[in-house]
């Protein structure tokens, strides 16, 4: 039976780090997922409203085959400059695509909208991605916080303070699966009915809260009082996931796919217009690829890992700038 890794994160992954930071004044973060030798990876973008970074250079078709690390972050456009401070930290490590004796680090990025966060403090002069990506860069390690973190600092989910969770799955062949999201979502991760978390019945013993039943009346498919105001580019849900079975490049791309299907089971609705719902995928293993059979399975636990993942951020969120937690509204408590 597939059961959690040791920490629950995307760090039981080997080959995997996590390093984040944050400009509370500012109210927006960074998260990095850096692999410790590059790592297969690809990317499958659904959202409508995405933001993003080397993307293209993910493809099935295009010459570089491995990454050194995947940003995510707040701060709209201006987050994509997290990728630089990364890729300047890197460099400074000796990492990075060889071109001739020229070393580029590859540092593929998603990024989400906090900027009209309540509270926020506009930045004078540079805003502090670049800043922010060297300083999640020296905090890699395996152990991190979740909720109210990173690139989860500024995030809402619907009506609830959003933020950053992470889950991982043991594979009974002995693959590990992790997943790491920073969810700022504009469809509810809830029942607007309840507050049952939609993916509940994915949750791992121990996992999320105890949840409220299912309410007997039929529930209305047109409600969405739990989502947030429909409003362009102001949302998105972002995320990696990662193995450490070995993938192609081809593999990978699948396996993201596949992903995906985990921000539908947890978020209703997922990939509209207003969100840049956007998965990368990456695999720390080498040898044979796995085959068809053996990469549905993996695909599966990525989709579960993201579900759960999704729960776990909202369980940790902290109130902030009037959103209220989870608990607040539906768990009896702050």
Not at 47 to 53: E, T, V
Not at 187 to 216: C, H, K, T
């Amino acid at each position: 039976m597939a059961t959690a890794g040791p920490r629950n994160l995307i760090t039981d992954v080997p080959g995997i780090l996590v390093g984040q930071a944050e400009d509370h004044g500012a109210i927006t973060g960074t998260t990095i997922v850096l692999a410790e030798a590059p790592a297969a990876a690809a990317v499958d973008v659904r959202g409508g409203a995405p933001g993003s970074r080397e993307t293209e250079l993910l493809g099935p078709a295009t010459l570089v085959e491995r990454v050194d690390a995947i940003v995510l972050s707040g701060g709209s456009a201006f987050g994509l400059d997290a990728a630089a401070g990364v890729m300047d930290a890197l460099a400074a490590r000796g990492r990075g695509f060889a071109v001739g004796e020229a070393l580029v680090p590859i540092v593929p990025a998603a990024i989400l909208f906090d900027l009209n966060f309540p509270s926020r403090q506009q930045w004078i002069g540079e805003p502090p991605h670049r800043r922010l990506g060297h300083e999640a860069t020296a905090r890699a390690g395996q152990d991190f916080a979740l909720g109210n973190a990173g690139a989860g600092l500024g995030a809402k989910a619907g009506r609830l303070k959003g933020g950053i969770g992470s889950a991982s799955l043991r594979l009974g062949d002995g693959a590990m699966v992790g997943a790491i999201v920073a969810v700022n979502c504009c469809g509810a991760v809830v029942r607007p009915d309840s507050g049952r978390f939609w993916a509940a019945e994915l949750a791992l013993a121990g996992e999320i809260p105890a949840q409220p039943g299912i309410p007997d009346l039929p529930l209305d498919l047109e409600d969405f009082s739990a989502c947030s105001a429909l409003l362009a580019g102001a949302n998105t849900t972002i995320a990696v996931v990662a193995t450490n079975a070995p993938l192609s490049k081809s593999g990978c791309q699948r396996f993201a796919i596949m992903a995906q299907d985990g921000l539908s089971r947890a978020i209703r609705p997922a990939h509209t217009p207003f969100d840049g719902d956007t998965v990368f995928a990456l695999s720390t293993g080498s040898g044979e690829a796995a085959d068809p059979a053996r990469l549905t399975r993996l695909g599966s636990a990525a989709a579960d890992c993201l579900a759960r993942a999704i729960m776990r951020a909202i369980v940790a969120a902290e109130p902030l700038g009037g959103y209220p937690n989870w608990r607040q509204i539906w768990g009896g408590g702050t």
